[in-house]
DNA sequence: TTAATATATGAATACATATTAATATATTAA
DNA sequence: TTAATATATTAATATGTATTCATATATTAA
């Protein structure tokens, strides 16, 4: 019985404590949206060819072997993330990471979340 | 002339990087599956609270604000998913994170996700 | 200007999945 | 055993979103 007593107030604590460090609803969503960025192969794809440097659509769809369609839908997803820019050249246009956090990320994923 | 050429090649030879580096197609299904169970706020709360402590389904609910039923959900694809454990006492099911991983990934992704 | 090429976009479709309500199962208490 | 409590599960619904086809836009070449 005290001890029960003891385990709920133990509890209660463990709740205050982890809502206390919970990040705000907004923060929530912003991480999940990012996640859920990297949570496509179609996307991956995009992402591990373009680790290797600057290509145009077409190279880009052939890399990864989808439409070209699918694959500007997709581009024009992970751009509007910052997670990759674009230049023109010509009648192509190249894109490329927009840094190298995102391969950052791809790495530690391999580590943490046990992905092969 | 000379200089598309070159260019062109320098593509191709790209691309072959690229595709020599990219992972099988079942471990992009595999990552990308990882990444998905992160891309969902419901999800990312249950994980945050959970990294105070043990906790049992009412107080999950409680503190994540959402229904009973939903969270069982959500609590069944966590474990599936190995990312967490859970022990039965008396009638309540406790659950608790598997191990550090997943927060090791939380925070990273702070850091190069820019997440807040 | 016209034709050809490269990319982007809009609308429709298909599919995945989060949530809900209702109910089933399991444990404890009476 | 019966009632109460805690959790899980099933089926239905709703929502989000990836893909496709058709077409629009933009650039270069003829």
Redesign the pocket.
Known sequence: MEDMRGEEREHEKRLEKALGQMPSEAGLAEMG?RF?LL?????LKILFVLAAGEL????I?QAVG????????????L?DAKILK?R????????SLSDGHVITMLDVAKEHLNCD
Do not use: N, T
């Not at 949570?39 to 996307?43: I, L, P, V, W």
């Open positions: 949206a859920k949570g496509e192969a179609s996307r145009c659509v077409e190279h769809s989808g439409k070209q369609s699918a694959v500007s839908h997709q581009l024009k997803i751009k674009s023109r050249d010509g009648q192509k246009i190249l894109y």
